[in-house]
C-alpha cells in the first residue's frame, strides 16, 4: 500500500520570504500522480499543484514550485514570496492512475507571519 | 469545469441516531466520486469511493455505509452513530482530466 509522510507537523515563515515543506513516499509503481493541496481555516481543500511521475521537469504554478526526485521518492513544495493567504495545512498527497484513489499526507501547518 | 455541493454544512447528533450526508455534483457527467474524513489536525482518509451508480467500495470497515443512487449524487449513511464517527466529511470529484480530484466544502460532524 502506499504511504505519504510529511515529517514536519508545523513551520513558520517571514512575509515575502521562501520555505519549503517536505513530503516523502513509498508506491512500487511507476505511473502516478502527486499533489499539494492548501486547506485554509474555511476547511476547503485547494489543489495547488500536480506532478506526473513521467515528467522529469518539476512543475510550477507561479509562486509554488515543486521539486520531484522520483528515485529518492520526495516530493517537496517551495514556496517564493510568501504572502499572508498561504497560512494554512498543505497536504502532499500520491495517486495512481485507474481507480484514481488518492493517499493524503498527515499535513503541515504552514504560518506566514507578518 | 465541475462543482461539487455538500449539505448539511454543519451537523450534531446525538449517539445512536441515523445519519444522512449528501453530495452532488454539476458540470460533469459518470464522475468517480469519494468520501473522506478527516479527524480533527489531521490528514484525510479514504472512506468509499465510487466509479459509477451503484458502484461502492469500501476502504475501511467502519460503521459508515454509501450509496450513489443517480450519476451524480453521492450518500453518506448510518444507522446508528457512534461518538468516533465525529469529524469533518468532503466530498470529491475526480477531474474531467482523471489527473486530480476536487473537493466540496465539507460537513463538519459532532456527535454528542
Known amino acids: 500500500a502506499q504511504t505519504v509522510t510529511q515529517s514536519q507537523p508545523e513551520m513558520s515563515v517571514q512575509e515575502a520570504e521562501t520555505v519549503t515543506l517536505s513530503c516523502t513516499y513509498d508506491t512500487s509503481e511507476n505511473n502516478y500522480y502527486l499533489f499539494w493541496y492548501k486547506q485554509p481555516p474555511s476547511r476547503q481543500m485547494i489543489l495547488v499543484i500536480r506532478?506526473?511521475?513521467?515528467?522529469?521537469q518539476n512543475a510550477t504554478e507561479n509562486r509554488f514550485s515543486v521539486n520531484f526526485q522520483k528515485a529518492a521518492k520526495s516530493f517537496s513544495l517551495k514556496i517564493s514570496d510568501s504572502q499572508l493567504g498561504d497560512t494554512a495545512m498543505y497536504f502532499c498527497?500520491?495517486?495512481?492512475?485507474?481507480?484514481?484513489?488518492?493517499?493524503f499526507g498527515a499535513g503541515t501547518r504552514l504560518t506566514v507571519k507578518p | 469545469s465541475q462543482t461539487i455541493h455538500q449539505w448539511p454544512a454543519t451537523l450534531v447528533q446525538p449517539v445512536g441516531s441515523p445519519l444522512s450526508l449528501e453530495c452532488t455534483v454539476e458540470g460533469t457527467s459518470n464522475p468517480n466520486l469519494y468520501w473522506y474524513r478527516q479527524a480533527a489536525g489531521r490528514g484525510l482518509q479514504l472512506l468509499f469511493y465510487?466509479?459509477?451508480?451503484?458502484?461502492i467500495s469500501s476502504e475501511v470497515p467502519q460503521n459508515l455505509s454509501a450509496s450513489r443512487p443517480q450519476d451524480r449524487q453521492f450518500i453518506l449513511s448510518s444507522k446508528k452513530l457512534l461518538l468516533s464517527d465525529s469529524g469533518f466529511y468532503l466530498c470529491?470529484?475526480?477531474?474531467?482530466?482523471?489527473?486530480?480530484?476536487?473537493f466540496g466544502p465539507g460537513t463538519r460532524l459532532t456527535v454528542t
Open positions: 498527497a500520491f495517486m495512481k492512475p485507474i481507480l484514481n484513489d488518492m493517499r
Open positions: 465510487s466509479v459509477g451508480i451503484g458502484q
Open positions: 506532478q506526473e511521475a513521467y515528467k522529469q
Open positions: 470529491a470529484c475526480l477531474g474531467q482530466g482523471r489527473h486530480e480530484q476536487y
